[in-house]
């Protein structure tokens, strides 16, 4: 096989999803599988100069260790991962990683705590320099009744009676109303989000925030674009990305941030947010799906 045609170093075919996989229950953090943002982002368009930061938040739901007495402890996990990290890292490695704490004994949850930071954090930057630590966080069972739902605040576009024919992604069905000169802000929301995974091609569910400062958007285009993702193969943060990139680059607003929470899969949650300007991250807190 020629150099030209070798599997990349951690492209996502080299990773575990789709393949058998074997169960280990004791604590290893070599499966984590880290695969590089760079790739994808050259094909969408991002420039090197990115317009857009913010992070990808997951919640873990599917967590447990033993105490020092053997003793099953469970929590949730918010993971707050910055998207100028070098890498994300592959769904299925993560779950196989999380899992392999289940039959290993931990002093308390802050050694937990740690070893969490310390090898998601190492997994996201390797192979170029540490900007930032990410964010971890443990919520214990006693407060998990303070774990509530809410559905992202907006406008719905679903409200709107449109045909949709198209069902890979369609820049071309953004407009904005660039011939009025006063900028509108507005927040609007979808639940029919639908993408596929990147790998396996198993449906992604998700709901996605759009907020902006700008030319007015036209609401039918802009669902039928967001519709158009349907048949997509791509990973969740490179959705986001991409709908940032194609209003960003088709409506020119003044001020864009594209928000999207996608339901669980193997106990995981994953939700890419990015901005064009400075803002505090959303408040991970989970929608009625997930």
């Not at 709107?160 to 929301?189: F, G, I, K, W």
Request: with cysteine.
């Amino acid at each position: 096989m020629t150099d030209a045609h070798k599997t990349p170093e951690n492209a996502p075919e080299q990773s575990q999803l789709g393949k058998p996989s074997a169960y280990v229950d004791q604590y290893d953090a070599s499966l984590l599988f880290p695969i590089p943002r760079a790739t994808k982002r050259l094909e969408i368009g991002v420039p090197a100069a990115s317009p857009f930061f913010g992070a990808d938040i997951w919640t873990a739901y599917e967590l447990s260790w033993l105490n020092l007495r053997g003793k099953p402890q469970v929590a949730l996990a918010h993971f707050t991962i910055p998207c100028e990290s070098v890498n994300i890292v592959e769904s299925k490695s993560f779950k196989l990683y999380l899992n392999s704490f289940n039959n290993t004994r931990f002093a308390d949850a802050s050694e937990v705590l740690a070893r969490l930071r310390t090898d998601i954090g190492e997994a996201v930057w390797r192979g170029g320099v540490v900007q930032s630590s990410i964010g971890v966080k443990l919520i214990a069972p006693e407060l998990f009744d303070r774990e509530p739902i809410y559905e992202l605040d907006g406008l719905s576009l679903d409200r709107l009676d449109v045909e949709c024919t198209r069902y890979q992604p369609a820049p071309e069905l953004l407009v904005a109303n660039t011939a009025d000169e006063s900028p509108v802000t507005e927040v609007l929301v979808s639940n029919l989000l639908k993408s596929n995974c990147l790998v396996t091609g198993q449906p992604d569910w998700g709901s996605v925030q759009i907020s902006y400062t700008g030319a007015a958007i036209g609401h039918e285009g802009l669902l039928q674009y967001i519709v158009s993702f349907r048949n997509h193969n791509e990973f969740h943060e490179q959705c986001v990305e991409r709908i940032f990139m194609d209003i960003w680059s088709r409506c020119k607003p003044l001020k864009l941030s594209v928000y999207a929470r996608y339901t669980r899969r193997g106990g995981l949650d994953i939700n890419p947010f990015r901005t064009s300007y400075p803002q505090a991250l959303p408040v991970n807190t989970r929608n009625a799906r997930q």
